[in-house]
């Protein structure tokens, strides 16, 4: 395992989070003002939030008084949003310090554009703002400018986008019209300096030179007292010990790509390593880049479009290998697909890639149709959609005349899938559905210096950004398949093809590590055993105890007679705010604020054109589809009528800002809008819907029948451990001997092993009132050898719930506890992750707590009491511990102030 670096201590970052982690901060829990929120495009994630309060700790807070924090630094995950930081940012300093003048720097043409398609287009898909800012009342004005001007107008900030060259070009050799350090000195200046790894040349090699871009920022950022330096990098090199003394109380923020991954803002990351020919992995990622698109569109209705990147080191061998793939797709029929085919299974082996497998199965399952496959292998790869991204000037690919196509990948009207390529991906590159990078030979020698295999392993992290498909008619920003499962490994992982040649490899993977990116190799994974323990099959509980789940019932098709029924408002009005819909939200979620003088209502006027496209567009509302979830339909055009939905005799309002003149809306905003609605409506329908829902009559299964033994996967990463381990989402197998734990091992992550512990502290003082204390664990996606097991499911039950969800679902522990007198069992779910999204499961646990009286069993027993707790939480901040102690002992667990 790689050991973990020594962290360096960082005063300006360690000061500033002591201060936001104490409950005497002058400043309280300051959040995000309102004004930012409601100008931003884009809802700020936690963490953004978080880099912008301490940013405002810096600038306010009594510690910082007689200090002028003027230069600092966010070190920031490629893919984690520090344009969007830097919108904010400019927002902030013009509201609360009063700058109107900011200059952003970045070293490369292509990032420069972006960022100007980011700040100033409003006509673009990639503007950061809403199209009108207003700050009380008052219309903001953002206007791009060569020079700031001498007379500065009210509610106006200047912005000023230049690469670092032209900015220290003209300050070394004054021009006209140009701006030298005067101009910086006259009115305050705010410099964002983004990818500030490149400005520290001079810093790293101690070599002073008169007129290094260094020396230039320096020079604006020193014109004037109050001027201010914010850079902003996902890379910088704290083990050069002169970067080090440089950044060291300049680091205000971090928040790093292995945090970034551990997160789920990413893809997970895989390599495929094979001895195959150049022809052969060509053939295989053609394979599978495929195979993605289709499994999508077959298995989930959905549509994707995989990008493919080919990575040489020469540009003519690029070349070359380009002119073979174009031969190779030209070339291909029925008969070359089953004879490669054929060849794959004889070399086939376990250590082979789990994907490719798949991938392989599949075109073997469907032999019939390869004439069809082949045809659409033609298509969606001919030489139309081919970029050759070819670099010689080693200035980076967004510079060759394909800024458009490359920055919009995404877009389902660009249809390229394929790029070759010798420039990595350079910064700013903003492509997500990159699914595939292939490192071709060049030359069979060729081993890869350490600085070769480092580039190669920052061009994975960056290709690893999410990409948020639509699934089912929902769109999300964070992996939600489970690691190493097969929908994880087709859609939420990017895989990288490598030569498979031991130096080249080991600098790699020594790389991989370097950066702490967790990687593994695109192995077969297989399921582990895990057993009940023969001590626990021994006792009076395993052969006579039960385990209590309550009953369902059948829902009869009559019954689902009105949305109401699964929770859709259908008689009053809906208003929803103006939001982009790629807005990591639903309507639901945001907060409109009653402030008429910045926001009004303004109804949605649209015809059945506009219901007709969203119908078609969502696959859950194709008739045959929803049919399934509302029985007693008759036709598309009768769930928009009365009897459904009531779309036509209701209004729908959008709160737009007072400065959109008249509320005007775009054909293209207003289907936005109608699709969000749409898909929330879609959501609550299958919350809603099941064949069968819960009663408060609850059944004992015999624990013998149900207990059994398991199999499940570990994911397998063999680079970035020294994080992982400390991880709490980390999935690792604990063998566990205390008899109170009724498995041998468990495979689980850390919040779910802290839990286990903190129950383990508390079964003695517990085996004082109860004879029998057991955890039991119990997990919806075990592999068991009872299929029986699998059934058992808690489901809402009565009345008066926030959310309907009748679907149910299995708690992953309970702990059992019995006496001579009765028997408590205790559900306890572990939760790291989308709490809000699972409140309903929350809500359900104390439920049964709070309405004890509407619990029946089917023996008439008054001995058994069926309780639940608040989720646990990694360190028990919600007090879920204390609560078990409560139910079990009517108290809270003695001497452990932890509790």
Do not use: C
């Not at 931003?40 to 936690?46: D, I, L, S």
């Not at 003519?316 to 290998?321: H, I, L, M, R, V």
């Not at 926001?599 to 059945?608: I, K, M």
Request: hydrophobic share 35%; aromatic share 12%.
């Amino acid at each position: 395992m790689a050991k973990k670096k020594k962290q360096l201590p960082l005063p300006l970052y360690d000061e500033v989070k002591e201060l936001n982690e104490s409950l005497f901060n002058d400043e309280g829990a300051w959040e995000t003002p309102e004004y930012i929120k409601q100008n931003m495009f884009h809802t700020f994630r936690n963490y953004q939030d978080a880099a912008f309060r301490f940013f405002h700790y810096s600038q306010v807070a009594n510690e910082f008084r007689f200090r002028n924090v003027n230069h600092v630094l966010f070190n920031m995950a490629t893919g984690s949003g520090k344009t969007d930081l830097m919108a904010g940012l400019i927002l902030y300093l013009y509201q609360e310090h009063g700058y109107q003048n900011f200059l952003f720097l970045v070293n490369t043409n292509g990032v420069l554009s972006k960022t100007i398609d980011n700040l100033t287009n409003k006509a673009s898909d990639k503007y950061l703002y809403t199209p009108q800012i207003e700050i009380d009342g008052e219309r903001i004005e953002i206007r791009q400018v060569p020079s700031f001007p001498k007379t500065q107008s009210k509610n106006t900030i200047y912005l000023k986008l230049a690469t670092v060259q032209r900015v220290a070009a003209d300050i070394y050799t004054q021009k006209e019209n140009s701006m030298g350090e005067a101009d910086y000195a006259r009115d305050k200046v705010v410099i964002l300096g983004d990818e500030a790894h490149h400005y520290s040349a001079s810093t790293k090699t101690e070599k002073e030179t008169e007129q290094s871009w260094e020396k230039a920022i320096a020079t604006i950022l020193n014109a004037r007292d109050d001027n201010r330096l914010l850079e902003f990098t996902a890379t910088i090199d704290l083990e050069n010990k002169n970067v080090y003394e440089k950044y060291k109380d300049k680091v205000l923020y971090r928040y790093a790509l292995d945090r970034f991954i551990q997160d789920k803002f990413s893809k997970n990351v895989k390599r495929i390593q094979s001895s195959n020919t150049d022809m052969d992995n060509m053939m295989n990622v053609v394979l599978l880049s495929e195979y993605r698109r289709r499994y999508a569109l077959e298995e989930h209705e959905s549509y994707i479009k995989p990008v493919i990147m080919f990575k040489s080191q020469r540009v003519d061998a690029s070349n070359a290998a380009h002119e073979q793939f174009n031969e190779l797709i030209d070339t291909l029929t029925v008969g070359s697909l089953k004879v490669f085919l054929d060849r794959q299974a004889q070399i086939a082996s376990e250590d082979d890639s789990e994907t490719l497998a798949l991938a392989h199965d599949y075109y073997r399952e469907h032999e019939t149709n390869l004439s069809e496959i082949i045809r659409d292998i033609k298509r969606e790869l001919a030489p139309s959609r081919i970029i050759n991204a070819n670099d010689t000037t080693q200035s980076g690919i967004l510079e060759k005349g394909h800024y458009e196509a490359l920055n919009s990948l995404e877009s389902p009207t660009n249809l390229y899938r394929v790029i070759f390529a010798v420039a990595r991906l350079t910064e700013g590159w903003d492509v997500l559905n990159l699914f595939d990078i292939v490192r071709l030979s060049d030359d069979p020698k060729a081993k890869g210096t350490k600085a070769t295999t480092m580039s190669e392993a920052q061009l994975i992290g960056r290709g690893a950004r999410y990409y948020p498909f639509l699934l089912n008619g929902e769109r999300s920003f964070t992996r939600r398949f489970d690691d190493d499962g097969k929908d994880s490994l087709i859609f939420e992982t990017i895989h990288y093809h490598t030569i498979n040649e031991p130096q080249y490899l080991k600098n790699l993977v020594s790389a991989l590590d370097e950066m702490n990116l967790p990687t593994g190799e695109d192995k077969k994974n297989p399921l582990l055993d895990v057993k009940v323990k023969p001590a626990f099959k021994r006792t009076d509980v395993w052969k006579y105890g039960k385990i209590y789940y309550n009953e369902t019932v059948v829902v009869a098709d009559d019954y689902y007679d009105s949305l109401e029924k699964y929770g859709v408002n259908t008689k009053e009005n809906e208003i929803i705010p103006y939001i982009s819909s790629l807005k990591e939200l639903s309507y639901k979620d945001i907060e409109v604020h009653e402030d008429y003088a910045n926001v009004y209502n303004v109804a949605l006027t649209f015809d059945s054109r506009y219901l007709e496209k969203i119908m078609n567009r969502l696959s859950f509302y194709h008739f045959s589809n929803l049919k399934q979830y509302i029985p007693l339909l008759t036709s598309g055009e009768e769930f928009l009528g009365e009897k459904w939905l009531n779309i036509y005799n209701r209004t729908i309002y959008v709160t737009v800002p007072q400065t959109m003149d008249g509320g005007q809306l775009t054909p293209t905003e207003k289907l936005n809008i109608l699709e969000r609605y749409f898909i929330e409506v879609s959501k609550q329908i299958k919350a809603g819907y099941s064949k069968e829902r819960g009663t408060g009559k609850f059944i004992g299964y015999p624990m013998k029948e149900y207990i059994a033994n398991y199999r499940k996967r570990v994911p397998n990463y063999n680079t970035g451990k020294a994080f992982m381990q400390d991880d709490p989402q980390t999935v690792k197998r604990y063998e566990l001997k205390e008899d109170y734990f009724v498995y041998d091992s468990a495979i689980i992550n850390l919040t779910e092993k802290q839990l286990i512990d903190r129950i383990a502290e508390r079964v003695k003082e517990l085996e004082d009132v109860y004879s029998d204390v057991y955890l039991i664990r119990m997990d919806e996606n075990m592999h068991r050898e009872s299929a029986k097991n699998n059934k058992l499911k808690l489901y809402q039950f009565g009345s008066g719930h926030d959310e309907v969800h009748l679907a149910g679902f299995q708690p992953d522990f309970i702990l059992y506890l019995q006496n001579t007198d009765y028997f408590i069992q205790i559900f306890i779910e572990p939760k790291g992750r989308n709490m809000e999204e699972e409140q309903w499961k929350e809500d359900l646990l104390t439920y049964m707590n709070e309405h004890e009286a509407e619990i029946a069993f089917e023996d008439e027993t008054d001995d058994v009491k069926i309780k639940g707790v608040k989720f646990y939480t990694m360190n028990d901040g919600r007090g879920t511990i204390r609560q078990v102690g409560e139910i079990a002992l009517g108290r809270g667990f003695k001497g452990l102030s932890i509790d």
